[in-house]
């Protein structure tokens, strides 16, 4: 009896021990993630003092003719599959215009005036639809 009672005690610890776990990381993962993001309010003014002088409306540098000035341009680039041209694909991390502003690469990234500016546009593009 008193050892069917210290292996229920025992369950009981680690399912509470196992749910604290769980609930940390759920946490973690759901902390940094803005839902309330828009390309004019938040994006367009890192493209505007970052990019446009390269990727702009009468500047277009580069292979891919891309102008990042305005929604209406931005849209060309918007597509539901990866592909060329489309370099935003909404809720999809592995789209282009985010693999050329990972940081570890320090490509289009080495641009941006702050970290904090990636993690913007990545939650634009992964969990904002990147609405207007
Ligand atoms: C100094 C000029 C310059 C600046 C500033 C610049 N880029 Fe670029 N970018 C280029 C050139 C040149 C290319 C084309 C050659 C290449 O693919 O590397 C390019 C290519 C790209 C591509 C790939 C397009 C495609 O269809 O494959 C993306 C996406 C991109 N840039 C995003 C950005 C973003 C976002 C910023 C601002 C944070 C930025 N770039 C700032 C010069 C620049």
Same mark, same amino acid.
């Given at each position: 009896?008193?050892?069917?009672?210290?292996?229920?005690?025992?369950?009981?610890?680690?399912?509470?021990?196992?749910?604290?776990?769980?609930? *940390?990381?759920? &946490?973690?993962?759901?902390?940094?993630?803005?839902?309330?993001? =828009?390309? @004019?309010?938040? +994006?367009?003014?890192?493209?505007?003092?970052?990019?446009?002088?390269?990727?702009?409306?009468?500047?277009?540098?580069?292979?891919?003719?891309?102008?990042?000035?305005?929604?209406?341009?931005?849209?060309?680039?918007?597509? *539901?599959?990866? &592909?060329?041209?489309?370099?935003?694909?909404?809720?999809?991390? =592995?789209? @282009?215009?985010? +693999?050329?502003?990972?940081?570890?690469?320090?490509?289009?990234?080495?641009?941006?005036?702050?970290?904090?500016?990636?993690?913007?546009?990545?939650?634009?593009?992964?969990?904002?639809?990147?609405?207007?």
């Amino acid at each position: 009896m008193r050892l069917l009672s210290s292996i229920k005690y025992a369950l009981i610890i680690s399912v509470v021990l196992l749910f604290q776990f769980c609930s *940390d990381i759920a &946490s973690d993962a759901l902390a940094p993630e803005k839902t309330d993001l =828009t390309y @004019t309010d938040d +994006i367009k003014p890192v493209f505007d003092r970052s990019c446009i002088r390269c990727h702009g409306e009468d500047v277009q540098n580069g292979n891919v003719a891309l102008n990042l000035s305005s929604y209406e341009s931005i849209q060309n680039y918007i597509g *539901d599959v990866p &592909s060329y041209g489309i370099i935003i694909v909404p809720g999809l991390e =592995t789209s @282009t215009l985010l +693999i050329r502003l990972k940081p570890q690469y320090n490509d289009m990234y080495k641009y941006l005036d702050d970290p904090e500016e990636y993690n913007l546009i990545y939650d634009w593009v992964v969990f904002n639809e990147a609405a207007e």
